[in-house]
């Protein structure tokens, strides 16, 4: 089954700007928080980013300043505009839907690669 569709990986130099789309599927309902993911190969899965229904957002410390989430109720998706973009942000991103009866979906990955 596929709940999420992301969308906007690519490849880009360093210093260059991505921007992240996930849509999440009729099927799902009253989603809580949604928020980004990333995992590069032989690492653990690290959060990126979250915005909570209100607008409340989180971001990991590293992508502070280059990094922006929103999300659009509406539409029942969330971005994810990357600016400033380093090698070390090169992995594949995930989206991540949390329901308000606590219920997680995931995304199957985009892949981000920042060259030198």
């Known amino acids: 089954q596929v709940h999420l569709v992301e969308s906007g990986g690519g490849l880009v130099q360093a210093g260059g700007s991505l921007r992240l789309s996930c849509v999440a599927s009729?099927?799902?309902?009253?989603?809580?928080?949604m928020g980004w993911y990333r995992q590069s190969p032989g690492k653990q899965r690290e959060v990126v980013a979250s915005?909570?229904?209100?607008?409340?957002?989180s971001y990991r410390p590293s992508v502070k300043g280059r990094f922006t989430i929103s999300r659009d109720n509406a539409k029942k998706s969330v971005y994810l505009q990357m600016n400033s973009l380093k090698p070390d942000d090169t992995a594949v991103y995930y989206c991540?839907?949390?329901?308000?009866?606590?219920?997680?979906?995931w995304g199957q990955g985009t892949q981000v690669t920042v060259s030198s």
């Open positions: 009729e099927s799902i309902s009253d989603i809580n928080v």
């Open positions: 991540k839907s949390v329901t308000v009866d606590r219920h997680d979906y």
């Open positions: 915005i909570t229904s209100g607008g409340t957002t």
